[in-house]
Nanobody
Framework: QVQLVESGGGLVQAGGSLRLSCAASGRDYRFGAMGWFRQAPGKEREFVATVKWNFGTYYADFVKGRFTISRDSARNTVYLQISSLEPEDTAVYYC???????????????????WGQGTQVTVSS
């Protein structure tokens, strides 16, 4: 069984920065990708960013260069650096990990197999 534990969320003023972390544990497992999603109140969960096994990255359009995803494969940990935070970034941020599957883009929730419990990010104006 794989467990994903997020950390690093909190309350921050608009324009500030945060770094979210997600550590995977439970078994020695090589993931096809690790990614981040977010869910704002009253909205559906949406894709934020992903980093694949070959360190290729992909971001949602709304990121606009403010988010950077990175991965420490040796520690099975993924990070999301967020800068220039906006009140619209307020959401629960979820880490996810997906098994290796050929032809998978890892940009949709159904492409991931394991999920963390989420970490709250609140941006005040």
């Amino acid at each position: 069984q794989v467990q994903l534990v997020e950390s690093g969320g909190g309350l921050v003023q608009a324009g500030g920065s945060l770094r979210l972390s997600c550590a995977a544990s439970g078994r020695d497992y090589r993931f096809g990708a690790m990614g981040w999603f977010r869910q704002a109140p009253g909205k559906e969960r949406e894709f934020v960013a992903t980093v694949k096994w070959n360190f290729g990255t992909y971001y949602a359009d709304f990121v606009k260069g403010r988010f950077t995803i990175s991965r420490d494969s040796a520690r099975n940990t993924v990070y999301l650096q967020i800068s220039s935070l906006e009140p619209e970034d307020t959401a629960v941020y979820y880490c996810a990990a997906g098994a290796i599957r050929g032809g998978t883009y890892y940009r949709a929730a159904h492409e991931y197999d394991y999920w963390g419990q989420g970490t709250q990010v609140t941006v005040s104006s």
